[in-house]
């Protein structure tokens, strides 16, 4: 055995694959880690420093044993030793072979801005000369020659073009869809209604088109066989209703069913109603089918209540809540009226009976997705009430019950209370519970000088062990180029000619037909964090840790997981970070969450960049930094972060540096961080989070926090999640 570090091929006895290590040791290797060979190929990774773990790594089985006669290569330590890199080392694919040529992108880029301006004419003069081409954006500028020529009023031409669009085999999926239902709306005003329905029958989930395009192509489809008087078309108009009620067509398809008086599902048609905010209609509706005493009626009485509590009529909101459990005490709605019909106690100032309807749902329907939030909510108040006893009863049926982060949340509460209870951390070392915990009483107290300076990039990520994880979970890897080539450089293309959300409308399409190829999107990903799309590299990376569990992800490689936690804007991010004095990993956390990295991100309510700033607040930043003001710097990725900075800067320096404070200013208003300050029952962050009457906001602190204690563990060499 190589003592003084270095590698060592030997022959296993048999047994548990945990007596590899003690063995080694017993005979001169301290072992930090083995690799499985067979043939003289690494083929599986079996454990790592500084934490022994056994995981299912081809012939060893979890908790398993190793066979007898199996070769092992082990890694002996004597200072910083490298692992051998596999053969099966996964190469970082190079972006510039999906980049199109610069050339191609001016021309699109121009005949984009053409369009932007409304010189209509110009654009299609631009997008024509590009469509007749061979370049792989060629289809996608035929379709938008098309769309010019539709806003020329020049229907019977656009469809045509449309055509050739289509033909050229080249349109990604949901861009062919658009296409389609453009074509068929063109086609609709030629009152050329047959034709219609050939093309809208190409608009189906399996080809690429997204939901709202399956119910639009529906409509479009009712509509034609309608006026051609093919009775069938109520059978269209009713799929729209049943399947795709929250689709703009649902209202117009229910009009029309209505109009004609045919008979549609009374629960159906009142549920398109409540959608789309149509109150009175849905109101009468759901007040005919509550006159029966089924679980239809217990359905009716549910919405009821939520049009009565959306209406501000709290008394008979709560009734009809109840209404509902009694009529039908177990059923698909059951939780979610006890839920309601606590949150509206609740705010009306009737905390116990709220509290008695939360611990009914947290007992009885402990697999709600209610229910975690039920259980805590009961206990605090019976807390408050100083009935300990019950309180903690509620936790433990929680506990016992759950697993994860709801099994870690519970664990925390009763740890909070002086219960016994194990560490958060056994459950979920990720969760906000275990960060509360690790903190202890410093939770609250301002972030260490030393995390200003805690940092770390992406590149410097070890692949070779990602590599051996990918085949030991997938199996051997696939050589080529990603599944797709060219509808990903349709994508980059149309990203870098300023059509960035179109792209992304692409890839996360295109996303959705790689669940049977996870190197083709760790390859996706890993391309898509070169063109900048962290968004895009975030969604395809995440899908590769789907259904791994908390430990489990403890143990994915950390070039995996940082595609998915990304220090994105590397350079601009500690800029603003060292010019505000604030951890640059935080700001990271903080704007992963606000805008996943999209610095054209924006929000309903008008927040705009990576860092959702809005115009108003970005006014006012803006005269504190002396600079001036103007909205579209809100979309400069630079300005953005150094705003965003900025601002969490002054909520942390208003607060004392209590970080969750701050991150509630953030997110839902100062005014709100100091109410619900003074709201919490007891000192403390657990207390505070749990102050917060915000859903949003709530939700915003926990996630910002653990994705902040992950992003330490990641770049920060924490070796757990910690805020500290």
Known sequence: MPSAGGFALVAWSGGHVEEVRPAAATAGCDATSV????????IGYAFAAPTFVNAEFLGIADGGDLAPDSLLVLVCRSGPTSLPTPPMALDAPDVADYLLSSAEIAQYRAAVNSRDAGR???????????????????PVAMMRVAQMLVAADRDAEAVEAFRLALDMRGLPGPLAAAARLDAANA????????????LVAGVTPGAGSTSSQVAQALWL?????RDLRDPAWTSDALTIVSTYPSSADAPLALDALEHLGAAVPALQAAYVRYLHGEDAAAFATYQRAAAGSNADAAVAWFYLGAIAERAGDRVNAIAAYNRS??????????????????HVLNVSGQRVLAADHWATLASRFPSSPFAPDAAVRAALVRAGLN???????????????????????????????????????????????????????????????ASRAEWGTDGSADWSLAAA??????????????????TVRIAFGLARAGEAPVARTVLYAHINTLADRPYDLLTLSRLATQAGLHDVSIAAANRLVAGLSPAQRLLTPFAIERLIYPTAFATETLAAAQAEGIPPLLLSALVRRESLFQPTAGSPVGARGLAQIMPATGREIAASLGVRWDPAMLLDPATSLRFGAHYLAMQLERFDGDVWRSLAAYNGGPGNASRWFRAQMYPGADWYIEAVDYAETRLYLRVVMEEYAWYRYLYAGAAAPTMH
């Open 387 to 449: 009935d300990f006893d019950a309180a903690a009863g509620v936790l433990r049926t929680m506990l016992d019950h759950s697993s994860g982060a709801s099994a870690a949340r519970a664990s925390r509460w009763l740890r909070v209370l002086d219960e016994e209870a194990a560490s958060p951390a056994q459950f979920d070392a990720r969760s906000i519970s275990a960060i509360l915990e690790a903190a202890g009483d410093s939770a609250t107290a301002p972030l260490p000088v």
């Open 325 to 342: 459990i009694q009529l039908d005490p177990t059923g698909a709605l059951a939780d979610d009226s006890y839920w309601w019909a606590a």
């Open 35 to 42: 690799w499985v060979s067979e043939d003289g190929e690494l």
């Open 187 to 198: 086609l609709r005003a030629l009152h050329r209604d047959a034709e219609v329905l050939s």
């Open 120 to 138: 209509y004419d110009q654009a299609t003069a631009q997008f024509g000369q590009l469509a007749v081409g061979e370049s792989v954006l060629a």
């Open 469 to 486: 994880w990918m085949r030991a979970r997938y199996g051997a890897a696939r050589v080529g180029d990603v599944a797709g080539a060219d």
């Open 221 to 225: 489809a009712a509509q034609a066989k």
